[in-house]
């Protein structure tokens, strides 16, 4: 993409380990405000408790085992597009608060895989796109998932890059709505278990090269404390 924004910076948050839910209202009033034009926008890197999420295609016939039965993770309903996701720690959470450049959806969706293969390609693994399938490869297994919400083309939601998360919480759902999808990770494919920090620092510098946005330094803060921060709360 690499269309520089003017006179625009991006706050950049390190909210740890964070829970779903609050998190997903802070994304909400953080869209209203940028839509109200209070604040230029905002990239949220985290990690999430154990949950598994159902898209805007999503239902419970994407779970495993079959309806009826008790899944041991938390499940919840979310406006985001596509169908049932996981989240869990060792997985890097990224969204992108901000005006999509150009009000180009496809071109936004394209450089957000593009952020990712690099960021991939840092740690020693090849991954690529599949044509009408979001998200990012290696081979025939999926290594990072890409769902989003816009509000007035604002941007929310992003995108989860599978690291040293426990491939086996996958059991419990069929990914992405594809019922032979199998995951695979950083950990899997390299050999190697990179550091979270590591894995948001590269993000950065992959975002700001893709998008042509600058991003203020990463900021450590805890969830309930960002919205006051932006003065949105």
């Given at each position: ?63 495993l ?6 899944t ?30 150009g ?19 840092d ?17 025939d ?93």
């Amino acid at each position: 993409m690499n269309r520089r924004q003017p006179n625009t910076t991006l706050s950049a948050f390190d909210l740890g380990i964070a829970p779903y839910l609050p998190t997903h209202e802070i994304q909400r009033q953080i869209q209203e405000g940028i839509v109200g034009g209070s604040h230029p926008g905002v990239l949220l890197l985290l990690e999430h408790p154990p949950v598994i999420t159902l898209g805007s295609q999503g239902g419970v016939q994407d779970l495993l085992p079959a309806e009826g039965t008790p899944t041991p993770i938390p499940i919840l309903h979310t406006e985001r597009g596509g169908a049932a996701t996981l989240h869990a720690p060792g997985q890097l959470v990224c969204y992108p608060l901000l005006p999509i450049p150009g009000r180009d959806l496809r071109r936004y969706v394209t450089a957000l895989e593009e952020v990712l293969i690099r960021l991939l390609e840092d740690h020693g693994v090849t991954a690529h796109r599949r044509k009408g399938k979001p998200g990012v490869y290696v081979l025939d297994a999926k290594i990072a998932s890409l769902g989003l919400r816009c509000r007035r083309w604002v941007a929310g939601h992003g995108t989860s890059l599978n690291a040293t998360v426990d491939l086996s919480l996958f059991q419990y759902l069929i990914s992405c709505g594809e019922k032979d999808l199998q995951q695979t990770s950083i950990q899997r494919e390299s050999g190697h278990s990179p550091a979270m920090e590591d894995l948001k620092s590269g993000y950065l510098h992959h975002f700001r090269e893709v998008f042509g946005i600058p991003t203020a330094p990463l900021e450590p803060i805890e969830h309930q404390d960002i919205l006051r921060r932006l003065g949105l709360g």
